[in-house]
């Protein structure tokens, strides 16, 4: 199988403008997870989905949300970035919530 | 709330010697427990996990993890560590009720030759 698919892999952006990252879970994954990653903060939950509806969320502003499609797939946006908002984004998929996620090689961004 | 804790920031073995990185926890409810390695530039891999059962776990490339419910501890352990294995570790936790995962941390394994 196909592992857990994350585009684009790099991201340069200014501050002020938005951003999709999207991902894609191994086939039969219905449960998707976005984390961020920074060296100051460390790994950080922002949210889960499985099947379509979004079932707990991190501690972070509203500028960052998600969704997820009919295919699993799932996209998360970020407005008005800011410069605190560079990090590895990593998006990870299990079957059931008791099993465990795996990660994709994660969307590097880094905001100007 | 959830939480991990890795209370060593580096360790540092000898290849051949065994290799222990340290975790505990705190759930209100029963765990389901997580190890994984991260290599650079790259995302995380799975190595093993807790959800019941045996405390002993075994999971990829000859690691094992301890679950101790009376230290809330699930340390991973490698009897003999390769210069491979030097990498960047991640304990997690989940509540059994919730659907996010706590990550510690992270422990710096270097194995030197």
């Known amino acids: 199988k196909a592992g857990v698919t994350q585009t684009p892999r790099y991201l340069i952006k200014t501050r002020g403008q938005q951003v999709t990252l999207s991902c894609s879970p191994i086939?039969?994954?219905?449960?998707v997870s976005w984390y961020q990653q920074t060296p100051g903060q460390g790994l950080q939950f922002l949210f889960e989905y499985f099947s379509e509806t979004q079932r707990n969320k991190g501690n972070f502003p509203g500028r960052f949300s998600g969704r997820q499609f009919s295919n699993s797939r799932s996209e998360m946006n970020v407005s008005t970035l800011e410069l605190g908002d560079s990090a590895l984004y990593l998006c990870?998929?299990?079957?059931?919530?008791?099993?465990?996620?795996?990660f994709g090689p994660g969307t590097r961004l880094t905001v100007l | 709330a959830q939480s991990v804790a890795q209370p060593e920031d580096q360790v540092n073995v000898a290849e051949g010697n065994p290799l222990t990185v340290k975790c505990t926890y705190s759930v209100s409810g029963n765990p389901y427990l997580f190890w994984y390695v991260q290599y650079p530039n790259r995302g995380l891999q799975f190595l093993l996990k807790?959800?019941?059962?045996?405390?002993l776990v075994k999971g990829s490339y000859g690691f094992e993890a301890e679950f101790n419910k009376s230290q809330t501890s699930f340390h991973l352990k490698k009897p003999s560590a390769l210069v491979s294995d030097s990498a960047l570790y991640f304990c997690?936790?989940?509540?059994?009720?919730?659907?996010?995962?706590?990550f510690g941390a992270g422990t710096t394994v270097t194995v030197r030759a």
């Open positions: 807790y959800i019941t059962g045996d405390n």
């Open positions: 990870a998929s299990s079957t059931t919530s008791g099993n465990p996620q795996f």
């Open positions: 997690a936790v989940r509540d059994i009720d919730d659907y996010k995962l706590s």
């Open positions: 086939s039969g994954h219905r449960s």
